[in-house]
């Protein structure tokens, strides 16, 4: 990474962390203020800003609080241990990568179905562009009493709400590639008596996949969302999202914000992976990836 990347990086990082310490005194310093006038010595602004930094149970911990707590969390017990931070990320990965992988086989089937069949543009598209209208925290219970009613409990709940949330760009990020392929090269095809599968394999295909890895990503990260969402109904102990929630329940400010980072980092390394991916199977061809549409 060039010195041009990583100064731009470098410069907002600080700003967030500046933002993020302004933040916490202004959100702890009521509370900062009576625990100072409770103790009944004398104190000023000085004191006020050091108090905000090292409440136990803050409004808005700092990031050093928070840094200290992933730290421990990851250092203070073994991986496979209920308290550590890991334990609950690979919980989560699970579910997100198995709602991943379904929203991919459900978009790409459908985008595939859309394409090739007419009919199906006008009878299938608008539903599925109406299914992400509904809210996912009001679906997500729903899914999780109907599949545990059936007998499905643990990672397919989450993973069919991972899936709802992932499949969508997918979806329409897959119809527009297939719908990119130059139309003199289409007419090329035709002139050449190529079938529907022989046009689809060489031509629509490719062309399609730039903007494929583009929806992967954006999926993939929704897949994360999904996943900890799933998690949140259905009262489990491992996870995200139950990390999320026994915080919550609890008053721990700070282990929230840990798991928030540990989401955050789950997700960035999951589109890291999509990226490389991408420039593996798009950009080593002879023409860097652009096929089709002029890209």
């Known amino acids: 990474m060039t010195t041009e990347r990583i100064l731009p990086v470098a410069v907002m990082s600080l700003a967030i962390i500046i933002l993020w310490y302004a933040g916490a005194v202004w959100l702890n310093s009521p509370q900062a203020a009576e625990a100072l006038t409770r103790s009944g010595a004398d104190w000023g602004t000085g004191d006020l800003i050091r108090q905000t930094f090292a409440m136990k149970r803050p409004i808005l911990p700092t990031p050093d609080q928070v840094a200290v707590d992933l730290f421990q ?37 459908l985008a595939v179905g859309i394409v090739q069949v007419r ?4 009878s299938l598209l608008p539903w599925v562009i109406a299914s992400q209208t509904i809210p996912i925290l009001a679906i997500a219970p729903m899914i999780v009493v109907i599949l545990g009613n059936l007998g499905f409990t643990g990672l397919l709940p989450k993973a069919i709400i991972s899936m709802y949330l992932c499949f969508f760009p997918i979806t329409i990020g897959m119809v527009k590639g297939l719908r990119s392929a130059d139309p003199l090269t289409l007419d090329l095809m035709r ?7 022989q046009t689809f394999r060489l031509l629509r295909l490719p062309a399609s996949l730039p903007f494929l890895f583009t929806s992967l990503k954006v999926a993939v990260a929704a897949s994360v969302v999904g996943a900890i969402v799933g998690e949140l109904p259905t009262g489990g102990q491992a996870g995200l999202g139950a990390r999320l929630l026994s915080g919550s329940y609890y008053g721990q400010t700070v282990q929230i914000w840990s798991a928030l980072v540990m989401a ?14 991408e420039r593996a199977l798009v950009r080593s061809g002879p023409d860097g990836g652009r096929r089709g549409g002029g890209r």
């Open 191 to 197: 002139t050449y008596s190529a079938g529907n599968a």
């Open 73 to 109: 969390s990851l250092t203070g017990t073994p991986v496979t241990h209920i308290r550590n931070l890991l334990y609950h990320t690979g919980v989560t990965a699970g579910s997100a990568l198995t709602g991943f992988a379904l929203g991919v086989v459900l978009g790409v089937g």
């Open 264 to 277: 955050a980092l789950l997700g960035v390394t999951l589109v890291a992976v999509v990226g490389l991916a």
């Open 119 to 122: 009919t199906l543009e006008a």
